[in-house]
C-alpha cells in the first residue's frame, strides 16, 4: 500500500487526529460521571467494543503516519489488515445508528464524542479504504481470521460480566436477558460480521474486474 501521496497523506493525519481526540475525550468523560471506582471505570471503558475497534484504527493511522517502515507499518498496511479494521468499525457504525441509538439520548459533549465515534470515524475509515487500500489480493479464507477479535471480544465481556455483572451493551446483558436470549443475539452479530467480511471481500474482488 501506498502512503506517500499527499491525499493519502490528508486521510492518514486526519484520521489520526479525530481518533485521538474522540476516545482521549470520552475517556474523559466516563472518567468525571463514572458510577464505579477509577480502575472499574477504566475497565469499562475498554470493555466496549466502541472504543477497542476506534483504539485500533487510531493505532493503525498513526502507525502508518509515524513509522509506516515498521514491521507493525508492514502489518497495517497489508490489505487484509486493513479490509478487516474496516469491517469492525462499519459494523461499530451500523450497530450503534441501527439499535443502540435510540436506547438513550447523550447531550452536550457527550453527543458530540458519540457522532465521532460512532459515525465520522467509521465513515473516514471507510472511505480510506474505498480510495486508498488494494483490494486485489483479497481471499475469501481471510474472513475467518477477521472473526476472531469478535469472537474473543465476546467471551471476554460474557466471562468478566459474569464476575463484575457488568455488560457494556443491552444485547449481551445476562442480568436482563439470560444466557439463551444472550447466546441468540451473539449468533446473530457473528452472522452480521460474518456477512459484511464476505461482502467486502467480493466487493475487493469485483474492483478488481
Same mark, same amino acid.
Given at each position: 500500500?501506498?502512503?506517500? +501521496?499527499?491525499?493519502?497523506?490528508?486521510?492518514?493525519?486526519?484520521?489520526?487526529?479525530?481518533?485521538?481526540?474522540?476516545? #482521549?475525550?470520552?475517556?474523559?468523560? =466516563?472518567?468525571?460521571?463514572?458510577?464505579?471506582?477509577?480502575?472499574?471505570?477504566?475497565?469499562? /471503558?475498554?470493555?466496549?467494543?466502541? =472504543?477497542?475497534?476506534?483504539?485500533?484504527?487510531?493505532?493503525?493511522?498513526? @502507525?502508518?503516519?509515524?513509522?509506516?517502515? +515498521?514491521?507493525?507499518?508492514?502489518?497495517?498496511?497489508?490489505?487484509?489488515?486493513?479490509?478487516?479494521?474496516?469491517?469492525?468499525?462499519?459494523?461499530?457504525?451500523?450497530?450503534?445508528?441501527?439499535?443502540?441509538?435510540?436506547?438513550?439520548?447523550?447531550?452536550?459533549?457527550?453527543?458530540? @464524542?458519540?457522532?465521532?465515534?460512532?459515525?465520522?470515524?467509521?465513515?473516514?475509515?471507510?472511505?480510506?479504504?474505498?480510495?486508498?487500500?488494494?483490494?486485489?489480493?483479497?481471499?475469501?479464507?481471510?474472513?475467518?481470521?477477521?472473526?476472531? /477479535?469478535?469472537?474473543?471480544?465476546?467471551?471476554?465481556?460474557? #466471562?468478566?460480566? +459474569?464476575?463484575?455483572?457488568?455488560?457494556? /451493551?443491552?444485547?449481551?446483558? @445476562?442480568?436482563?436477558?439470560?444466557?439463551?436470549? @444472550?447466546?441468540?443475539?451473539?449468533?446473530?452479530?457473528?452472522?452480521?460480521?460474518?456477512? =459484511?467480511?464476505?461482502?467486502?471481500?467480493?466487493?475487493?474482488?469485483?474492483?478488481?474486474?
Amino acid at each position: 500500500m501506498d502512503t506517500s +501521496s499527499k491525499s493519502a497523506q490528508f486521510f492518514i493525519v486526519t484520521g489520526a487526529f479525530l481518533g485521538w481526540f474522540s476516545v #482521549v475525550l470520552q475517556f474523559y468523560l =466516563i472518567i468525571i460521571n463514572r458510577e464505579a471506582s477509577v480502575p472499574e471505570t477504566i475497565i469499562r /471503558y475498554f470493555s466496549f467494543f466502541t =472504543i477497542l475497534t476506534n483504539l485500533l484504527i487510531t493505532v493503525c493511522f498513526t @502507525v502508518l503516519l509515524c513509522n509506516p517502515l +515498521s514491521s507493525w507499518g508492514r502489518f497495517f498496511s497489508l490489505p487484509s489488515t486493513l479490509t478487516s479494521l474496516a469491517v469492525y468499525i462499519v459494523i461499530v457504525g451500523l450497530v450503534y445508528n441501527g439499535i443502540l441509538r435510540f436506547l438513550w439520548s447523550p447531550q452536550g459533549v457527550q453527543q458530540f @464524542v458519540d457522532e465521532l465515534l460512532h459515525f465520522v470515524n467509521p465513515l473516514w475509515f471507510l472511505l480510506f479504504w474505498i480510495f486508498f487500500v488494494p483490494k486485489s489480493r483479497l481471499k475469501w479464507k481471510n474472513v475467518f481470521f477477521w472473526l476472531l /477479535y469478535p469472537l474473543f471480544y465476546i467471551i471476554f465481556i460474557l #466471562v468478566r460480566g +459474569s464476575v463484575s455483572g457488568f455488560y457494556p /451493551y443491552p444485547f449481551v446483558n @445476562v442480568n436482563n436477558l439470560g444466557y439463551p436470549g @444472550v447466546f441468540v443475539n451473539c449468533l446473530v452479530l457473528f452472522l452480521g460480521f460474518l456477512l =459484511i467480511s464476505l461482502l467486502f471481500v467480493w466487493i475487493g474482488k469485483r474492483w478488481r474486474k
